[in-house]
């Protein structure tokens, strides 16, 4: 939004003749408890669910009761501002965060305007596990109505089942039925004989693709001609694939609509799938292999069709990187967390799109018994490649990345040679593997296994797996020696020359300290060290000047 937008927004709220469920005004002259923040951030988003609204708002730099702009100092620079967002989302439902935070620098004061996206349909927003709303200017907990009320929109209202008024069979692709139905006989082979007697309005209504002889928004999705997308309008179902080179440059692209059913394998195959080859457990034989499990490509690109938020009026994107491929859909991650959706391996109690679902399982293009996702996981890793990775950070999209190649032969050839891991194990360590925080709970797992070492969060495999890979020089360089070890190195250097400057001990200790410290860690190590021996222990002291210290013994 512009300025000149958002000073007319400011005006409306303000002329309100008081504040609404979905809207709230803050001094915060000067600060604001964070835990207050995330509880308004739920409370609003809930409330502007509740009341149609797309967004709610909290507005910071205004007195509740006068209205008057007072101006606030909260969080002045701007990193600081926007890094409330991947707070605020570490702590929601499904990580939902601020649309955005405005702010506005007025002649009467600053005035920050969070815009919070409402509640997605179906999906209470709750902080820390609690669900919260207004009751008039008081906040508080969600009551279990409006709770349920939400819950209730998804099974309530189906976008993918309404009916197209003024479409027909004549708007669906001929080829497209023809290909339904050999999907149809494949997933319910028992009912070939008669499938092949009913005619193409009777296996339509049998495949619930439509609904008594009528055109759903699922039958034009799925079979629909090319030119019948209008009757999906205002919302769009498109997929757009893109190609990118080296320095993430656009090489070539191509927009693909309705049928989806033939549509999707169009996409596919415009990925390329290359062969892979890697060389592992010492032999001069290479491992061949194609970059991409074939099932992976679809049923990520299926999930996308069926998971798509259409009323959010987007695209779907398939992006082809060198070595990645990047799925994205509009429309927040119902389960919540793809550990949940690993864990339960069992089909979820409502669907975004249900119709739409039905008829996808019923084409055998997806299945709902929960395990679609979960045998991505197991194919990537009976491949011996680094697991999808699942980013829920945006409240209304999902992203899903597929790596194409071995991100680290030491832990692909753990893998080889530890079959007997479950794939739970196998997610943590692919994020130890990838350099990403573990949980506390996930590194507690680990640990208790054994499988891992080093300082919570800076990780890295253990020495018995190291043994298995033959990488035993990476694991010294990632183990970190205790710090009377580099004291002993340092003095023995002064002892040997008499002296030392700071660059004399940056040189000897910085390419022997842990891996898992980056440059400004192992810089701070060091300062440490030295403070330590200087103040604490008192075996060396400083005679030169502070900005260039000379270190002798004492």
């Known amino acids: 939004m512009t300025e000149d937008e958002l000073k007319k927004l400011l005006d409306e709220f303000l002329a309100l003749p008081s504040e609404t469920e979905w809207l709230e005004f803050k001094e915060a002259k000067d600060n604001y408890d964070f835990n207050k923040l995330g509880e308004y951030f739920s409370a609003l988003s809930n409330e502007a669910n509740l009341k149609g609204k797309p967004y709610g708002w909290l507005i910071f730099g205004i007195d509740n009761k006068t209205r008057n702009i007072v101006g606030t100092h909260y969080r002045p620079h701007r990193n600081n501002l926007d890094s409330l967002k991947l707070g605020i989302a570490n702590k929601t439902t499904n990580r939902i965060t601020f649309m955005e935070i405005h702010e506005l620098h007025l002649p009467k004061g600053r005035v920050i305007m969070f815009q919070i996206p409402a509640a997605p349909?179906?999906?209470?927003?709750?902080?820390?596990g609690h669900y919260y709303g207004r009751d008039g200017q008081s906040i508080g907990a969600l009551n279990l109505q409006e709770i349920e009320q939400i819950r209730n929109q998804v099974k309530t209202y189906d976008w993918s089942a309404q009916i197209c008024d003024g479409a027909t069979i004549h708007d669906l692709n001929k080829d497209a039925i023809?290909?339904?139905?050999?999907?149809?006989?494949?997933?319910?082979?028992?009912?070939?004989?008669?499938?092949?007697?009913?005619?193409?309005?009777?296996?339509?209504?049998?495949?619930?693709?439509?609904?008594h002889d009528k055109i759903t928004r699922t039958a034009i999705i799925l079979l629909g001609k090319e030119e019948s997308e209008h009757f999906l309008s205002p919302s769009v179902a498109k997929i757009t694939w893109i190609l990118k080179g080296e320095n993430d440059l656009e090489k070539d692209y191509e927009h693909f609509g309705p049928p989806f059913l033939l549509?999707?394998?169009?996409?596919?195959?415009?990925?390329?799938?290359?062969?892979?080859?890697?060389?592992?457990?010492n032999t001069l034989f290479p491992t061949e292999i194609t970059q991409y499990e074939p099932y992976v490509i679809r049923e990520a690109l299926h999930n996308c069709i069926a998971h798509q938020d259409y009323e959010l009026k987007g695209r779907i994107h398939v992006m082809e990187k060198p070595d990645e491929l990047i799925f994205a859909n509009l429309g927040s991650f119902i389960p919540g967390s793809i550990e949940k959706v690993i864990e339960q391996n069992a089909p979820q109690e409502y669907y975004r799109n249900q119709f739409l679902v039905n008829a996808m399982v019923n084409l055998n293009m997806i299945d709902t018994i929960g395990s679609g996702i979960k045998k991505m996981f197991t194919l990537q890793r009976n491949r011996h490649f680094p697991m999808p990775d699942y980013d829920l950070s945006e409240p209304d999209k999902v992203k899903v990345r597929i790596l194409g190649k071995v991100l680290d032969e030491n832990y692909t050839k753990m893998l080889i040679n530890n079959t007997n891991l479950d794939l739970k194990t196998v997610i943590y360590l692919d994020k130890v593997q990838k350099k990403e925080k573990l949980t506390k709970d996930e590194f507690k797992i680990l640990k208790a296994q054994k499988l891992i070492e080093g300082r919570y969060p800076n990780l890295f495999v253990v020495a018995k797996i190291a043994a298995v890979t033959g990488d035993k020089a990476s694991y010294i360089k990632n183990r970190a020696f205790d710090d009377e070890h580099y004291k002993k190195m340092i003095f023995e250097f002064i002892k040997k020359y008499d002296s030392a400057s700071r660059r004399d001990i940056d040189k000897l200790l910085m390419d022997k300290l842990s891996n898992v410290l980056d440059?400004?860690?192992?810089?701070?190590?060091?300062?440490?060290?030295?403070?330590?021996?200087?103040?604490?222990?008192?075996?060396?002291?400083?005679t030169g000047p502070n900005k260039k210290p000379n270190w002798i013994l004492t």
């Open 178 to 211: 023809i290909k339904a139905r050999e999907k149809y006989k494949e997933k319910s082979p028992q009912k070939r004989p008669e499938v092949n007697e009913w005619d193409d309005v009777v296996f339509l209504n049998k495949a619930k693709i439509t609904i």
């Open 121 to 128: 349909k179906g999906i209470p927003i709750a902080w820390e």
């Open 263 to 281: 549509n999707s394998d169009a996409v596919y195959n415009k990925i390329r799938n290359l062969k892979y080859r890697y060389l592992l457990n």
């Open 519 to 542: 440059e400004k860690q192992k810089q701070n190590k060091v300062k440490n060290l030295i403070y330590e021996m200087s103040k604490k222990d008192k075996s060396i002291k400083n």
